[in-house]
């Protein structure tokens, strides 16, 4: 008899929090709520829930544009909550506001959330592979308010000659498909990119993949026509001028390697149909395979012109 009391006794004291439990089962609406641009979450509009379920991240709405309100009523909250979930939530008693007032939340844009959306956007649009973009402001940035969530940058006029150490540029940033605002920057650039430079003085004729030659971070736009191909393992490449030790390797600076030097006898082949003459002629320039360069009769003193076929043999067409 004891027992069958005491089985009676928990299961009245089990009933009781139960019914307790639904009783606080209450979500409290809030009169008014800021969002991002990420939408509108139930979480974002209910304050201090006292449910035995955990408060589901619901999105029930887009967000409202920057500058502007939505306006959500309970009735309309309960059915966009209806439409994704489950039936635990539909016996959910609701209190609080009647209506929910809902508006973007802002924060101020300053200079290093500007210089770090238009460095993104340059480097991926203009710069490229070229280097790693750096740019300062040289002009003082006033904040601004913009709205919470992704914003975009996008850049509507540059300079003709693209990015380049100190230049003037129009940009504009939009939320989403709205324009928060268009400004002027003036900026100062730097891309930065590990160029060759000869550690000792190198000479004309040396193999580039010889020369003594290391790697060092330069602002390349103060740089420009740098040979970017090196470390290079190609022994048909040479250096065309003396450079000294110190002074960055040019494009000017490397060349690909003549099979034929100039004032050096090679032979002319002149070929027409089936018909072939040779003769010896002196080079009056360097030659690379392929490359077309100026020979000499020196018994006439004629002056032809031969593509290079190798090291001793240029080819003339008649």
């Not at 979450?41 to 955990?54: A, E, K, Y």
């Not at 100062?188 to 000479?203: E, F, G, K, M, N």
């Not at 030659?213 to 740098?226: H, P």
């Not at 004032?263 to 040779?278: C, D, K, N, P, R």
């Amino acid at each position: 008899m004891k027992t069958l009391k005491t089985i009676f006794y928990c299961l009245v004291l089990a009933l009781a929090q139960t019914a307790r439990a639904e009783q606080t089962n209450t979500w409290q609406l809030a009169g008014a709520a800021q969002v991002d641009g990420s939408g509108i979450f139930l979480d974002q509009i209910v304050v201090n829930p006292t449910s035995s379920v955990v408060l589901p991240h619901l999105r029930l709405a887009e967000s409202p544009n920057s500058g502007q309100t939505v306006s959500l009523s309970r009735n309309q909250i309960i059915e966009l909550v209806q439409k994704q979930t489950t039936s635990e939530l539909l016996t959910t008693n609701w209190s609080g506001a009647a209506q929910v007032r809902v508006s973007r939340r802002t924060h101020q844009f300053v200079d290093s959330d500007l210089i770090d959306l238009l460095t993104a956007t340059l480097q991926k649009e203009f710069v490229k592979t070229r280097g790693d973009l750096e740019l300062h402001l040289t002009r003082p940035w006033t904040p601004v308010q913009v709205p919470d969530g992704p914003l975009t940058l996008k850049v509507s006029e540059l300079p003709a000659g693209g990015v380049c150490p100190n230049f003037v540029l129009t940009c504009e940033l939009w939320d989403g498909r709205h324009s928060v605002g268009s400004w002027q920057i003036a900026v100062q650039a730097s891309v930065w990119h590990d160029i060759p430079l000869a550690r000792s003085t190198l000479t004309r004729g040396q193999l580039v993949k010889d020369a003594d030659i290391s790697m060092e971070r330069r602002d390349v736009l103060l740089q420009r026509d740098i040979f970017q191909h090196y470390p290079t393992t190609d022994d048909t490449l040479e250096i065309s001028e003396n450079v000294p030790a110190g002074t960055p390797v040019f494009n000017r600076c490397v060349r690909v390697r003549p099979l034929i030097q100039r004032g050096h006898i090679v032979e002319a082949l002149f070929q027409e149909g089936s018909l072939s003459i040779s003769l010896k002629v002196e080079t009056l320039e360097d030659g690379a395979l392929g490359q077309t360069v100026r020979v000499r009769n020196p018994i006439t003193k004629r002056e032809l012109y031969g593509k290079v076929q190798n090291e001793q043999t240029v080819l003339i067409n008649l």
